[in-house]
């Protein structure tokens, strides 16, 4: 395919992406709808690209490599992992650059403006909650990360595809058949990775702001009983800052930001195998006295 | 795209009240290059310090202010580093200096104002290399992983050893035990910069100004890789403009005991030629008597491409020449003949593997 240039105009930052891959086009056209503008360069926030590696190895081992402009962040992966390749880059883009807000590795699902945080290592069954809630009514503010305004408990959407993986695909394939889903890449050092298109709804509200009301650690345990721990003031803030990701170059308005968030918020550790429990725990507990 | 070249990003920096009146899509060119050479947080606090910053497109003003942030973020923590590398180091040995970037924000002098950098150099009494090598290990700074051929390479001809990184913090530092390396039969009598050197206010030790500058610009004329050469032209810039003749009297000195006045004078012309840097009509004539030569026009060539704003956008045609005479060149003034055979026919032999067998192949942990 010749090389094409795609502009996704997101919410709150843009990309240009350049790639000669059909798998990636085929890809954002279906993660992305409404979303993908082809026509001649509005100006955006970053220039990506995803393309074949250079040399002969693109004849026997084709691969995909990722550029934000001139740097190349990760290894080059297999051709066929490098739509999820795309989506961690644009992660890692946002992550190293953006600095005006306080961002955390959480999940962000709102009712209105009432949003909570999930904020999780990988593993705890973050993203197949998300994709639950997302598809039973809530809205998808963002899956990976939380966009916090400094001093403040305003969070500012970046929606984004849900990246699901090993178990989860299969489930939320079975849960959510009318759901847009993205090519496997399988065998990641996340294990298959493959991404799903939030609902109509979340798009729609992409510009739409929310106050955080609690802030919920979720660790999925396969065949418990749903359990809930409130943590106190301190806890909470201990947990959530280990998943701040530029808390630290925030220096002073980081800080500051994280303890209006906790002051403001409930925090919640859960145990859980049954999404439907935790639902109704977060809309009766939760959201209804917030 | 606009069409922006690289002199009108080296106009915006001489003339940073310019900046209000750019448009976004201008902007959106500019900070591709500025970033690239790591310059956005320079060109953040001119246009402040010019008071324009306000008048700045909301687009640019949004990525001016990231890299601002990442810039001070920077600042506090060199200090916090080196303050713990005096604790632990600064009694070992004679001198405990810290070199380039951390020294320029270090120093409290402009060349340090929004100056990015990837890793803290010092430069310590040789002699005392091993022992501050194992007090680092014990405070948690570890050898970077390498191979046997780089770690020969370091240990036999360098004037630095493998670098360290801090295992929790990340943070990276490079020893020096001079400043160019050994091999070259150049490195000059490491104590004629001893005697230069200046403790901050803060209690930290750094070159003198005229020291400072010569390193500065030993680093960029007696080099082969110019990816920063930019960035590395403005901190020259910075550091001769508005001084006094001491100044100009030691520089001139240093340069002449150390073995370096003709980079001195490549400093003074290109500085001159494409930042537009006053240099004292006597430092000139003196430099140019004493350095003009049949070769002249060629390394003009080379400086005055691979110094200004770099980025495929903005390169010229030659660019990709130049840059290969400039690596030439460099390798050349670094080692002797032998050396640099050896030394290429290993790197391109490498160069050959990765293009046939991708740029990974020699990296320790392979992708599939």
């Known amino acids: 395919m010749a090389l094409q240039n795609y502009c996704l105009n997101l919410y709150p930052f843009s990309f240009r992406v350049n790639t000669d891959l059909k798998l990636i086009e085929q890809n954002l056209l279906k993660m992305y709808p409404g979303l993908i503008d082809s026509e001649p360069t509005p100006v955006t926030d970053y220039t990506l690209s995803l393309n074949n590696g250079s040399g002969l190895r693109r004849y026997f081992k084709p691969q995909a490599r990722f550029f934000c402009d001139q740097k190349e962040p990760f290894k080059p992966l297999r051709q066929e992992q490098g739509y999820a390749l795309l989506e961690w880059g644009m992660n890692w883009t946002i992550a190293s650059n953006e600095m005006q807000y306080v961002i955390a590795h959480s999940a962000v699902l709102a009712k209105d403006d009432k949003a909570i945080l999930f904020p999780a290592p990988p593993g705890s069954g973050k993203s197949t909650l998300t994709a639950y809630l997302a598809f039973k009514g809530w809205r998808l503010l963002s899956d990976e990360m939380a966009l916090i305004n400094p001093n403040s408990n305003v969070v500012t959407p970046f929606v984004r595809p849900i990246c699901l993986k090993n178990h989860s695909i299969d489930l939320a394939k079975s ?100 999404l439907e429990e935790v639902m109704e725990f977060l809309e009766q507990d939760i959201i209804d006295n917030a | 795209m606009p069409d922006i070249s690289a002199r009108d990003v080296i106009q915006l920096f001489l003339h940073p009240e310019s900046a209000a009146s750019i448009d976004a899509e201008r902007w959106q060119q500019i900070i591709l290059v500025l970033r690239y050479q790591q310059l956005l947080a320079r060109y953040a606090k001119r246009i402040r310090k010019a008071g324009v910053f306000e008048q700045v497109h909301k687009y640019a003003q949004h990525h001016l202010i990231n890299a601002e942030i990442i810039a001070d973020k920077q600042y506090q923590q060199v200090h916090y580093e080196a303050s713990l590398l005096q604790q632990q180091i600064g009694g070992i040995g004679s001198h405990l200096i810290f070199l380039k970037g951390a020294g320029y924000s270090l120093s409290g002098l402009s060349v340090g104002v929004g100056r990015t950098y990837s890793d803290i150099d010092i430069l310590v009494d040789k002699t005392a290399i091993s022992d501050i090598e194992k007090t680092m290990s014990l405070n948690g700074w570890l050898p970077e992983e390498m191979d046997e051929y780089d770690q020969k390479y370091y240990r036999q001809w360098a004037h630095e050893i493998p670098p360290m990184k801090h295992a929790t913090r990340g943070t990276l530092i490079d020893i020096h035990h001079n400043i160019i390396p050994v091999v070259s039969t150049r490195a000059p009598d490491i104590n004629l910069l001893f005697e230069h050197t200046v403790i901050t206010k803060d209690g930290y030790q750094i070159l003198d100004k005229p020291a400072m500058t010569l390193h500065s610009l030993i680093h960029l004329f007696y080099n082969e890789e110019f990816k920063y050469g930019y960035r590395d032209l403005l901190d020259l810039h910075l550091l001769m403009s508005d001084n006094t003749e001491e100044y100009w009297q030691q520089l001139l000195d240093l340069a002449e005991s150390t073995g370096f006045e003709r980079e001195l004078f490549y400093a003074c012309r290109y500085t001159n030629r494409l930042t537009s840097t006053a240099i004292p009509e006597h430092v000139v004539n003196l430099l140019n008597q004493k350095n003009s030569g049949p070769i002249l026009p060629i390394v003009d060539f080379i400086f005055t491409q691979l110094l200004i704003p770099s980025h ?33 026919v290993n790197k391109a032999w490498r160069l050959i593997i990765e293009y046939f067998l991708g740029n990974t192949f020699f990296d320790k942990e392979k992708t599939h």
């Open chain 1, 175 to 274: 849960w959510f058949s009318q759901g847009r889903f993205s090519t496997v890449a399988h065998n990641t050092h996340k294990g298959n990775v493959v991404h799903l298109s939030p609902p109509e709804a979340s798009w729609q509200q992409k510009e739409v702001d929310a106050r955080i009301v609690a802030i919920v650690f979720p660790s999925y345990r396969a065949g418990r009983e749903l359990e809930i721990y409130q943590l106190n003031k301190t806890q909470g803030f201990m947990q959530f800052a280990e998943n701040a990701f530029n808390f630290g170059v925030n220096g002073v308005s980081g800080f500051n930001t994280l303890t209006k968030v906790i002051e403001s918020a409930e925090s919640f550790e859960i145990f859980y195998s049954n």
């Open chain 2, 312 to 344: 495929p956008t903005v390169r010229s045609p030659s660019y990709s020449l130049a840059a290969f005479m400039g690596f030439l060149r460099g390798h050349h003034l670094k080692m002797p003949l032998p050396v640099l055979i050896y030394h290429s």
